[in-house]
């Protein structure tokens, strides 16, 4: 244990940095809240015109923590400026597009059609089978990286991180019933039914002493019913059920779901710092891990998971073991734990330490928000930027309970990332008091964040690699990419791939809730094709690559069939990135690189095809669904979608001739679901797909 408390003092000073928010509270309210009989129910929010006022801004999390790999910056060298041409292909009449979609076209230089394509590299093989010359996109293979993140962490989760929490269900079980049968305490017996839940939900055959097995059977009764909102056998508060539906990539086997509803339950149940029963609790398990010096064991899931998404948004084992043993000592007892004064002494320190910056529970609008969700988690979701931009756009922070803004919109994190024709498209949002105000505020916070905040782990690093298609693009790019239809595409890129993103990292990442207001043939001849010039797309993507697998390797957690692929596809990556530095500087390609075009759709294929894998039939499509907000008012969730891939036509210059080329492009979808139907892969695949955003009209056309 002495090991790391050099790490975890330096975590505890680390805390204090990020506790400089006091001035974000509320004051505390005169109203007294009405007394609850039963579960709460969604209702409609209360008719006061009381407003909001807008959150300050917040320090984000420090980068240096739990960082695996560094993060390599490769340069992007453009030496020429490419060569103007008309929108007037060569072979226009070799494509079928309806008058409309060719007359868009010819008018803004590219268009996007639907169609019915389930991956990308069958559309590229599609048209290497019918000469149709080939467009590689940014979307393919942000699209390649997401199923190298997502397959990687479904292997992990199945082969080692399910079965270190089992083992560390047992002990920690074993040593609460151990407390209480030495100190009687039934805050003790509750931390045993609450390791029991999640043993039994890992292994329902997971033994359980007689006296906690009817708080557990109520509680597996409520997880299983997922119906919504109903108050916690065990806690006593109120817990959002629904959340314990396996979505995301954990349907795929009886062990992923398994390890979802226990990872869910240990990420979402809170010893809350305001009650003095639930920290004991808290205490409890702290000195659980100390007795049975299971740190190590607790932190083969956490670090990696760290790794992959980022860190605790809640207090959790780093921060709690450090305070302590500063209160109680260096060799505290149970029988020190007893002491009601130096409990005390111990909250009001604790209430020092940093807030956590996500509400992901029911909160009414009169509540102090940190007062109600300050505490601490066995294994706490993590803190996600998007997220914490949801949580400053929505009631309390804007609207009022008469005009509340319930839910937000992944416009409103690419627009807090800079983008300009996002916050066009969300002109309607200003309606609600305090939008802009908190929008500038956030766009100020993140504006400044240097490389290193951004690459701190893959998730932000993955967001890192979506600011450039952000950028407006000026006379240096094609004319193609020069209209506002083409910045709109991009931004549908960019919520494509970031929807990828919240779909693979749904077990781990913090949702934000809205505060109660009271989605072999003969080889064809080579057709010289073109790569969407977005080198610094590819530059970073590159990067994140490289990063992933070094850190994943030097700890042993990377097979080798993962270990060569995330290789090849940085080494894809980076010839993207030199031939869009050649087209964007009028230069011609070689053969070789015609020919990697050329030959996109096997690469694509070979790189996203596993013999070692955790996979249904749900994954022979890239349409995936996530929920990433959930309103207590309407009783609804936002949910992300991506769908079938779409078909992109552009009009590029390849060696002097004019050329329509055809590649793969995100369909994009948002829409709102009942929050006890939280939707899985599967259901959305076989669903009937919403409209596509209004905004998407300005390229897609049907």
Known sequence: MKKILTVLVACILLTGCLSQNGDSKKAPSTTQPPQSTGPPQSTQPPQSTQPSTPSPQLPLIDPSLYQFAPYTVLKVNITGTPVGYSFDPENLDDIYLTPEQKQVLLTQGFVVVPSGYEQFYDMYQDCKKRNIPICVTTDSVLHTYHILYDYTLRILESERFSQDMYRLTQTMAQV?????????????????????????????????PPEAEPLVSQELELIEAHRGFEYSPIFGYAEDYSQYVPRGHYTRSEELKKYFKAMMWYGRMMFRLKSPEETKQALYIVKGIQDTDSFALWDTVYSPTVFFVGKSDDLSLLEYEVLAENVYG??????????????????????????????????????????????????????????????????????????????????????????????????????????????????????PLDLATWTQNLYWSWLYSLLPLLEEKGETYPAFMQSDAWTDKELNTALGSWTELRHDTILYAKQSYTLEATGIPLEPELI?????????????????????????????????????????????????????????????????????????????????????????????????????????????????????????????LVEGHVVLVQGGVFSYYEFLQAIANRLTDEQWQSMEKPPLPEWTGSFVIE
């Open 176 to 208: 609460q019933e151990d407390y209480y049968a030495q100190t009687g305490d039934k805050l003790a017996l509750k931390n045993v039914a609450y390791f029991c839940v999640a043993g039994r939900l890992l292994d329902s055959s997971f033994p359980t």
């Open 330 to 447: 260096t060799t505290y007892t149970l029988s020190d734990l007893q002491d009601t004064e130096k409990l005390t002494t111990f909250i009001d320190l604790a209430r020092e330490l940093r807030d956590p910056r996500i509400n992901s529970t029911w909160v009414k609008d009169y509540q102090d928000v940190e007062e109600e969700t300050k505490g601490f988690r066995f294994m706490g979701q993590r803190f996600i930027p998007d997220s914490y931009m949801f949580q400053q756009l929505v009631y309390d922070k804007v609207g009022t309970a008469s005009d509340p803004r319930l839910f937000p919109k992944g416009l409103d994190v690419m627009a807090v990332l800079g983008s300009e024709r996002a916050l066009y498209h969300l002109e309607s949002e200003k309606q609600y008091l305090n939008y802009e105000s908190q929008m500038e505020a956030l766009r100020a916070e993140f504006s």
């Open 528 to 652: 010289k094709g073109y790569v969407e010039p977005n080198p610094q797309v590819y530059a970073r993507l590159a990067s994140l690559a490289r990063m992933m697998r070094e850190g994943l390797e030097e700890r042993g957690l990377l097979l080798p069939e993962y270990s060569s692929k995330l290789q090849s596809l940085e080494t894809l990556l980076l010839n993207l990135k030199t031939v869009s530095e050649k087209e964007l500087s009028g230069e011609s390609l070689t053969e070789d690189e015609y020919t990697m075009i050329w030959n996109i759709g096997n690469t694509l294929e070979s790189l996203v095809t596993f013999e070692t894998a955790v996979e249904t039939e749900a994954d022979e499509n890239v349409a995936v669904v996530a929920d990433v907000h959930t309103d207590v008012n309407t009783g609804q969730v936002l949910e992300e979608g991506v769908g079938n891939v779409f078909s992109l036509f552009a009009v590029v």
